[in-house]
């Protein structure tokens, strides 16, 4: 495909809308950055490009003052909570913002939820152009409404974007814009226990050509599904088939972005895993099988140390692994228990927090010595999903669950992530999007 | 995100309709496959899933004898040649065809080129699940137009389309399919030297779910592009940059497939390369910097052996590399030549032919001691790309290309396979899709 300086130049200065946003985004990288940082490289070359540009302050940025509503005259009813199947049934409305590298930020729509006009030659749908992030609001029966860690997942939609040549945004704007839709909407959230209102912010490369390069078009959306608990009854441990065979991400990589192009690759590898027996692949890497990741969730391990303390294990950031911020949220947890400063009930005296390598024949060891305790998944849509067993080698490794499906630590940190994402458990974390009746 | 063996068995056995495909789609295999094959896997496990399905054989395949044709009322004057960028001009028509895991390929429907509407929870949009293919139509001044190789990209596709879960169907079909539409564009294929119309065919995964696994519906469709030469003038040799910071493969990944997801994470370090004085990425692998592609096109070396012969090189497939149709067209012209079979003006007699593992250090060293004597990338857009500079460790490799910007072997493929496209050089390979007026 054709490729030249000149095209380069034209392509970046026309957008060089995108350095007004660099100084936010560079802030945000101090939160869980992968190792190669080319959230902050790609800012650097587009400043360099930029050098030749027009004033890129001149172009606006996203801004939630100038939103417009347009309601829905066809409002839908909400199915029973009952009825609800995962990311299949959305709400009335849905917000969309534009972006050109001509014009900058749009203004922020939000409009009744349908159809997008699609371009047969927008990048996206050709070259995956495209990151996203998921979210949660939390309903309760007085009307409350909260969100958790909002601030999170736009650090982390920021770093994505950048990272396939889309244009970075102020986050605490399309918070408050996130805010205006899911009040709009908050009687599609489902109040019953564990039920709540998924949030997908996308953004997508729209310019039409076929041309491989940076997108000087974009466009921003998000829309809102309800969705019920991950576990319909009790906790149900879930069965992890150890992958070689195919990787979720790999050095050099976008392993640590949340990004499209690490999905599709993934759902043949899930297949053929239910096809053997399991519930998801156990992400392995390199002639160590290094554990990475479960299905699309982050990892955790707890293990019986040599000296019998409890090591609650994590692989450490980088580009294989995604930085999750349910991930992050189980860390800060464990840790501010571990240092005694905020000690949680349930879990272990001697708890120590490790972010480290581990790979499959420590982790084959340990549980010949009765020292794997518990192996969990977490993530925004399950929390913490326990393992009762991995798949290696032709034999499967056993984790003890218990009575109740999950072990303690893993009980534990479940009850304290979900309190703080409903506000029972006061926390800095919980966002309150709108107060309940008395 | 949700997962359970019931439901990916839900999933398969509605879509069941896959394992019509799946003879034609593994005779296919036989084409540069991958060493992983992940496409017979998936087959096998679709029809491991299905045996608890209805018959597929009651849905319907892909059919061009149920063609629909909708003319534009409103047509376009095709711009000058002189103005064509690449891939941004469309002509006035486009193909496209539904499918569903219900009721199989859906009427294909020629239609005049517009916005395709997109549910914003399309998996596309979200998760990538899509893949395309790269072709060309030539046009000369009779009136005579022609396809090369087309059944090369129909495998191929059918191979990436099943990676990434989607629907494999009948290449033959699609071609009679794309035949139709190139005829009725034809007036939009610029007739100049060395310009062409690149056609575009995608798949894509349009079930509107945030549940990440197989798609239930999917909408494949054909756009075409008049575009110019590559070199406006005189071949311009490019310059690499040697990357190893970036990977566009790696083992277990998809690589080897025409996927969306394999252009993405690529733009950024296009734009590092090209902001550090290069024209494209020399994509590197592995602690030995194995050389794997350039930018998005195959690796070709010319090098003079320690016993005096002359090796072409170019890397094996596998993960790391894409099955280029313009790749296997250059090595059956050099093997017939090699093997005395069908020699070829402006071949070195000595020539060899080889699909092999090639590292930076056997490149530094053979340019040292004059033995690097020419390097190309090859694809569908440039046919041959001479490289005249190799930016590495701080340094520049330098490439001869004499004073015509390419060496004789690049010159000669580029006129063979030129003269073959065209149907100059008679072959097998050209497919005509219209006579010309005598």
Redesign the interface.
């Known amino acids: 495909?054709?490729?030249?300086?000149s095209r380069?130049?034209r392509c970046?200065s026309r957008r060089a809308g995108v350095a007004v946003h660099t100084q936010a985004t560079r802030r945000t990288l101090s939160f869980s950055t992968p190792s190669?940082a080319?959230a902050v490289?790609?800012n650097s070359?587009r400043r360099?490009?930029a050098t030749s540009a027009p004033d890129p302050a001149t172009l606006p940025g996203l801004d939630a003052s100038k939103l417009k509503v347009t309601l829905n005259e066809k409002r839908s009813t909400p199915p029973p909570s009952s009825e609800l199947?995962?990311?299949?049934t959305?709400t009335d409305h849905?917000l969309t913002v534009k972006w050109t590298s001509e014009t900058g930020w749009g203004d922020p729509q939000i409009q009744p939820?349908?159809?997008?006009?699609?371009?047969?030659?927008a990048m996206?749908?050709?070259?995956?152009?495209?990151a996203?992030e998921?979210m949660k609001a939390y309903g309760d029966p007085s009307g409350r409404v909260t969100l958790f860690r909002p601030d999170k997942n736009m650090e982390r939609l920021n770093r994505s974007v950048a990272?396939?040549?889309l244009p970075t945004f102020d986050g605490g704007e399309l918070i408050k814009l996130i805010k205006e839709l899911v009040k709009l909407d908050a009687h599609w959230i489902p109040t019953e226990p564990g039920h709540s209102l998924?949030v997908?912010p996308?953004m997508?490369g729209t310019q039409?050509?076929?041309?491989?390069?940076?997108t000087n078009e974009a466009l921003l959306?998000v829309?809102c599904?309800p969705v019920g608990p991950?576990y319909k009854t009790a906790i149900k441990p879930v069965a992890l088939l150890g992958t070689?065979?195919?990787?979720r991400a790999?050095?050099?990589?976008?392993g640590g972005y949340k990004?499209?192009?690490?999905?599709?690759?993934?759902?043949?590898p899930?297949?053929?895993a239910?096809?053997a027996?399991y519930?998801?692949n156990l992400w392995l890497f390199g002639p160590e099988y290094q554990l990475t990741e479960v299905?699309?969730m982050n990892l955790f391990l707890v293990l019986r140390t040599k000296d019998g303390a409890t090591e609650l294990v994590t692989p450490a950031l980088g580009d294989l692994i995604l930085p999750g911020v349910t991930r992050d949220s189980i860390l800060a947890i464990a840790r501010g228990h571990a240092s005694g400063k905020a000690p949680i009930d349930g879990l272990p005296k001697d708890l120590v927090v490790s972010e480290r390598k581990i790979d499959m024949a420590e982790v084959k060891q340990a549980a010949s010595e009765g020292r794997l305790l518990e192996v969990f998944g977490a993530?925004t849509?399950?929390i913490v999903s326990p393992v009762d067993r991995i798949g290696w080698e032709g034999k499967d490794i056993m984790i003890p669950c218990g009575e109740d499906g999950a072990g303690p630590v893993t009980k534990t940190m479940l009850r304290e992530i979900v309190g703080r994402q409903y506000g029972r458990i006061p926390s800095e974390w919980c966002v309150v999007v709108k107060e309940g009746e008395a």
Chains 1, 2 share one sequence.
Do not use: C, W
């Open positions: 495909m054709q490729s030249s300086m380069a130049l970046v190669s080319s490289i790609l070359t360099q490009y199947k995962f990311g299949s959305f849905m939820f349908g159809d997008l006009p699609m371009h047969p030659g996206v749908l050709h070259y995956a152009l495209t996203f998921g990272r396939v040549t998924y997908r996308i997508l039409p050509t076929l041309y491989v390069g940076p959306y829309v599904s991950y070689d065979k195919y990787i790999a050095p050099g990589g976008t990004v499209a192009v690490n999905y599709a690759p993934a759902v043949v899930q297949m053929e239910e096809a027996g519930d998801q299905g699309s993530g849509a399950a």
